[in-house]
């Protein structure tokens, strides 16, 4: 069975923000919906968000601007200044206020101990393994006692053959996450996307792999209405220790 995911680190956001790279094989990016994850509206509404809440990896700002229309006080950080741009513009548009800034997700330097809530929405996944504990510590950081932290990830339930970055394993999340975080759950779930599955090979082939993707392994990955993946998931959910 091949391997097809690939380091995420070698891809410029910021060029991909500008429209200077494709990803996703189209302008439009995958994770781009136009509103907000269905699993972060869940995680509210089922009272999984308090107090400050910090939007790591915030992107186009969709689930921070979500966040903020539900009353939370919002933080989203980004290292993409063409993301924050569009982000702002968003929040402008929608009427509601978001503190979006510029940041190091591995660092958070200046934030700490501000937030009761980390939203991770497929931020972790793009993370080399180095880099994933010392996010772990940055968030714990830059959180209060007794804060909550929702994780999103890819998951290693994703068929091999089908491209992306890196798939996260149960065991991963436990062994990286755990020794900072109380790890109260984790459950499979689905994220939301605007690609099609020939959208993801059209991205590996941008990345130099040649892909064929049997039919029993597309099979596997669920659709929408339009055709969009829906993408397995890992929804962890923790308390800071």
Not at 32 to 49: L, N
Not at 79 to 86: H, R
Request: aromatic share 8%.
């Amino acid at each position: 069975m091949s391997d097809n995911t690939f380091d995420p680190g070698d891809v410029d956001f910021e060029q991909v923000y500008r429209g200077e790279a494709e990803l996703g094989g189209g302008a439009t990016l995958p994770w781009d919906i136009g509103r907000p994850q269905p699993v972060v509206v869940a995680a509210v509404d089922t009272g999984g968000v308090h107090g400050d809440v910090l939007d790591i990896g915030s992107g186009l700002g969709d689930n921070s601007i979500f966040l903020a229309s539900r009353g939370f006080t919002v933080t989203g950080v980004d290292g993409s200044p063409t993301a924050l741009e569009k982000a702002r513009a968003r929040a402008q548009e929608a009427g509601v206020a978001v503190d979006f800034q510029a940041g190091d997700a591995t660092r958070l330097d200046g934030l700490e101990g501000r937030f009761d809530t980390v939203i991770d929405s497929a931020l972790y996944h793009c993370l080399t393994p180095e880099q994933r504990f010392e996010y772990v510590a940055a968030i714990h950081r830059a959180t209060r006692p007794g804060a909550r932290l929702h994780i999103f990830c890819f998951s290693d339930r994703i068929p091999a053959e089908l491209p992306g970055p890196f798939r996260i394993s149960q065991d991963n999340l436990r062994e990286t996450v755990g020794p900072k975080w109380t790890i109260d759950s984790i459950e499979a779930d689905h994220y939301d996307s605007s690609a099609t599955i020939e959208d993801f090979i059209s991205q590996a082939r941008r990345f130099g792999q040649e892909v064929a993707v049997p039919p029993e392994a597309a099979k596997m990955i669920e659709v929408d209405d339009e055709g969009h993946a829906r993408m397995p998931i890992w929804h962890l959910t923790g308390t800071r220790a």
